[in-house]
């Protein structure tokens, strides 16, 4: 099986390589995910779900027309890698917790890239794996081809989704989840949209259809360790893209697409926005009617968006013409949450959002501790014991 040990820490990383050509793509997978949540864009890039690397499954197959996917227009094919995080699948799970950062993971990024000998590539992210793949961007700016990033958030309280009936019921239900079937039924809550599991695949609803998928994918790879979880968790809370950072990656001048489902109940859109008008002109904003497993929700058009970033980025299509953003326009000023006209009443207008998003800050702390202290209570009721009482003598 394919490995790499990152250096001084003994941690080993488990990967796998699709397809051949000079085009290389790194996929780096979100919370609790292993590499093979990328299939459908392992299959939509690579041509195949074969792994190259000479560990192969014996059941994958090429897809139709896989030796004929883009990159750059002429033909060439493309190299695929994804791997599973550390904390995850078959990689090392470290026990504590400073040991998982969206900067120590990104590291693990680049060791990968330096084991397969990958000097350049375009690196694709979701969630958490998306602020990994920002770090890394920061870091090694000059070894990014473009970059993607897909339901992303800037970490800390952006985590945290919207308060509603909906998201309260999924945070509490995924907390108590302690078998297969129940992380199952409330994943499919999480990662996709409401109208897309209602629909109807022949007899059966795709919500009953990808359950049994589910439960069988978990049951086979196991739920994911304690330790692995409240690791990556930390990186999420942790993670924050600097200013400097954001410069970075914008003096580089390589293209970015930032994809996002609508219906996300996760990773906020206006998160997502925010971060792609930080990187005007480079940034195209890709907004589809998905949940935030929209890779696999809208895979034809998530698909479609990434051959078309490689592809742009290959013939070094100009910043002004990949982007779909509102020109940035001298008298506005930007406010945390839309772009404000410095006029009369601009300040106050500016002021009053700020307060909201204040506001918001405050509600989803205060949620997260009531979430923190409900879960923490649970256990500890359960872990009493009856006190034995001896008869009365009476």
Not at 2 to 17: A, D, Q, S, W
Not at 148 to 172: H, M, Q, W, Y
Not at 192 to 219: C, D, H
Not at 310 to 317: H, L, N
Request: hydrophobic share 40%; proline share 4%.
């Amino acid at each position: 099986m394919p490995f790499c040990e990152v250096r001084n820490n003994g941690i080993k990383l488990f990967y796998r390589t699709y397809g051949r050509g000079p085009v290389k793509v790194l996929l780096i997978i979100g919370l609790a995910g292993t590499h093979e949540s990328w299939g459908p864009q392992i299959r939509g890039l690579a041509g195949t779900d074969a792994p190259s690397d000479g560990g192969g499954d014996s059941g994958a197959a090429a897809v139709d027309g896989g030796d004929d996917n883009e990159s750059g227009g002429d033909g060439s094919g493309i190299e695929v890698c994804a791997f599973d995080n550390r904390g995850m699948g078959r990689s090392s799970v470290p026990t504590k917790k400073s040991s998982y950062t969206t900067r120590i993971m990104a590291k693990d990024a680049i060791a990968i890239m330096d084991h397969l000998g990958w000097k350049e590539a375009h690196v694709f992210g979701h969630s958490m794996g998306a602020m990994i793949a920002c770090k890394l961007a920061a870091m090694v700016p000059s070894r990014i081809l473009s970059l993607a990033v897909l339901n992303v958030t800037g970490g800390g309280f952006e985590c945290f989704p919207k308060l509603d009936r909906k998201t309260v019921s999924i945070a509490f239900r995924f907390l108590r989840a302690k078998t297969p079937e129940q992380r199952a039924a409330v994943d499919l809550d999480t990662h996709y949209s409401k109208e897309y599991l209602e629909e109807y695949v022949g007899s059966n609803t795709r919500r009953a259809i990808l359950y049994q998928e589910y439960v069988k994918a978990i049951s086979a790879n196991g739920m994911q360790s304690p330790n692995g979880f409240e690791g990556q968790v930390n990186a999420c809370w942790r993670h924050k893209v600097t200013p400097t950072e954001i410069e970075m990656i914008r003096s580089t001048g390589f293209l970015v697409s930032v994809i996002h489902g609508r219906h996300d109940v996760i990773a906020q859109m206006y998160y997502a926005r925010r971060l792609a008008e930080k990187l005007y002109p480079f940034a195209r904003m890709v907004d589809l009617h998905g949940g935030h497993l929209v890779s696999h929700e809208k895979t034809e058009e998530v698909n479609q968006a990434l051959l078309e970033l490689i592809k742009a980025s290959e013939m070094k299509v100009s910043p002004e013409d990949w982007t779909n953003l509102p020109t940035k326009r001298p008298g506005w000023i930007s406010t945390k949450f839309t772009l404000v006209k410095n006029t009369g009443g601009g300040s106050s207008v500016s002021l009053t959002y700020s307060i909201l998003e204040r506001l918001h800050i405050i509600l989803l702390y205060f949620f997260s501790v009531f979430v923190l202290v409900f879960e923490y209570g649970r256990k500890a009721i359960r872990s009493l014991k009856p006190v034995k009482v001896g008869a009365s003598p009476t």
